[in-house]
């Protein structure tokens, strides 16, 4: 049997010693190291001397001397906050009392075995404690910034290890903070640095009942987050750093395409071209952090039509119709611009949607003639609507009788010619009057085919004119408009010519004659053939 280890008596000295050495190493203040010591003496000495309370310890920081004081709790009544009932409610709580003229004998040597382990791991536990604290207030102050984080292993979900300052602190990247494209760890590789951004700094407690329980720091990291981004164009272009360039919106995919709309506060400077520098070289850095991620950096504008038609580039637009009242467009592209528009699995017009916070319905040119169609159809299933009034309704975006009833008359007067708002009540009204079958009736092919034989009918008896008026229309389809006087007999019109004066005659002449020329010309060109199948052509 051996000899049992004579025990050293207890050296102040020699305390003071680990306890520097404690410091340099946790990087912790004096008075947190020694806070925890004297915590974790008084607890030994309580457990040891089976007092009823710990005593209160103090250790002098020049010479190591320690000095007992006696202690006392009492239960008293305060009122504290209740979260659940949200509300002050009394409850009994212990305050602590150091009686400082009763000072207590205590030799350290006297500590047995069981009373030292408790001091070590209340001491461990206490300077952990504390070491979680200094991280998580020093990690938290570069929230939302770039930091350098070395990698150390993926678990089985998918989640990133990581260790930070040389394996002061751990971090975690969640698998969807990753980017899907990048591989960060292959097989016997280990210790890579990776550059992310700080998501979040939050404690979390195992024991999540506890009160007592010690916090955790959990420092979360990501390179998906559109912060990511955010952060790199602030360390590659100045401009944006000393704020004469603002990043107004951004969206992205991570991995996929990410756009941005920037603004100069500064009229000498390019926005777009301060962020993608001289032959490229600021964005191309941070393209290839991005393991070539595509960007489209992109001029903000107030104007959301404007902001729209950038938002969807590289794609070429046509023709916006706002929807003010509930943040939609409708965006008509040419027809081999559509696959561009939309994007690989929805990509580009998500982005363009989220950048403007606008919802955006991609549609073709060939596409919106259906549209229309299929829209004046059903809107000529109201007796009192014509194909001019219509076609303006379907111009204003308003394409469904739930829409034109959804506006106040005051609203849908503004929005329609010759219109007020008695008018508009009227064609309400009409709306309205309709049975429940016609109303949620679908427009047949039929009722399309029938529209594109009132405009070729049109357009022959009316030398190619596209937008017929009320008038014109009414020959055709025999529909007076809302509101107006029935038509006159020919002995009326007569009369009215003879009244005419000789500028109304000069007037009607001018206005008539259509120059030969003029009609061959528009024949000509190639694009009049599609355009008047929208009823949107400018010669000009």
Request: net charge negative.
């Amino acid at each position: 049997m051996g000899r049992r280890k004579k025990e050293e008596p207890f050296d102040p000295q020699k305390i003071l010693g680990q306890i520097q050495e404690l410091k340099g190493i946790k990087r912790l203040d004096d008075d947190i190291v020694y806070e925890a010591l004297e915590f974790a003496i008084a607890k030994a000495v309580g457990r040891q001397f089976e007092l009823e309370v710990d005593p209160e310890v103090i250790i002098d920081r020049e010479t190591g001397q320690m000095t007992f004081l006696r202690a006392e709790i009492e239960e008293v009544e305060e009122e504290v906050y209740d979260e659940e009932l949200e509300e002050m409610v009394p409850r009994i709580v212990e305050q602590r009392y150091v009686l400082e003229d009763e000072p207590l004998d205590i030799d350290l040597r006297k500590l047995g075995r069981l009373a030292t382990q408790i001091a070590r791991q209340v001491m461990i536990q206490k300077l952990r404690e504390a070491e979680w604290e200094i991280i998580y207030e020093e990690y938290y102050k570069v929230k939302k910034q770039l930091i350098t984080a070395e990698i150390m292993n993926v678990d089985e979900w998918g989640n990133l290890h990581l260790k930070l300052d040389r394996g002061r602190a751990e971090a975690v990247m969640p698998r969807k903070e990753q980017i899907s494209t990048e591989q960060y760890m292959r097989e016997g590789e280990g210790g890579k640095p990776i550059l992310a951004v700080v998501l979040d700094v939050k404690k979390e407690s195992k024991k999540k009942d506890s009160r007592k329980a010690a916090s955790r720091v959990r420092i979360i990291l990501s390179r998906a987050n559109k912060e990511f981004v955010l952060r790199l164009f602030e360390r590659e272009v100045p401009e944006i750093k000393n704020k004469v360039v603002s990043i107004k919106a951004i969206a992205r995919v991570a991995g996929i395409r990410t756009k941005l709309a920037v603004q100069s506060n500064d009229s000498k400077v390019d926005a777009v071209g301060a962020c993608v520098g001289t032959k490229g070289n600021r964005i191309n850095k941070i393209t290839a952090e991005l393991n070539n991620e595509k960007i489209d950096v992109i001029h903000w504008s107030d104007d959301i039509e404007t902001m729209i038609f950038n938002a969807l580039k590289p794609a070429k637009v046509s023709t916006i119709t706002l929807d003010y009242d509930r943040n939609r467009a409708i965006v008509v592209v040419p027809d081999d611009e559509l696959k561009l528009a939309i994007g690989k699995k929805g990509i580009n017009v998500k982005l363009a949607s989220e950048l403007t916070d606008w919802q955006l319905d991609i549609i073709t040119s060939s596409q919106e003639g259906e549209l229309e169609h299929r829209t004046i159809a059903k809107l000529l299933m109201v007796e009192s609507i014509d194909y001019a009034l219509a076609k303006e309704l379907f111009d204003v975006g308003l394409n469904e009788f739930d829409e034109i009833l959804e506006e106040a008359p005051e609203n849908l007067a503004e929005m329609l010619n010759g219109f007020n708002p008695a008018k508009a009540k009227d064609l309400q009204d009409a709306i309205l009057d309709l049975s429940e079958d016609d109303y949620y009736a679908k427009v047949t092919p039929e009722q399309i085919e029938e529209v594109k034989k009132i405009r070729e009918q049109y357009i022959i008896e009316h030398g190619g004119e596209i937008e017929p008026s009320p008038e014109q229309m009414l020959e055709i389809t025999g529909v007076p408009e809302i509101g107006e006087p029935e038509p006159q007999s020919e002995e009326e019109e007569y009369e009215e010519e003879e009244i005419a004066t000789d500028d109304g005659e000069e007037n009607e002449v001018e206005e008539g004659v259509v120059d030969d020329n003029e009609v061959e010309g528009k024949h000509d060109d190639p694009n009049a053939a599609a355009a008047d199948a929208l009823g949107s052509y400018d010669p000009e």
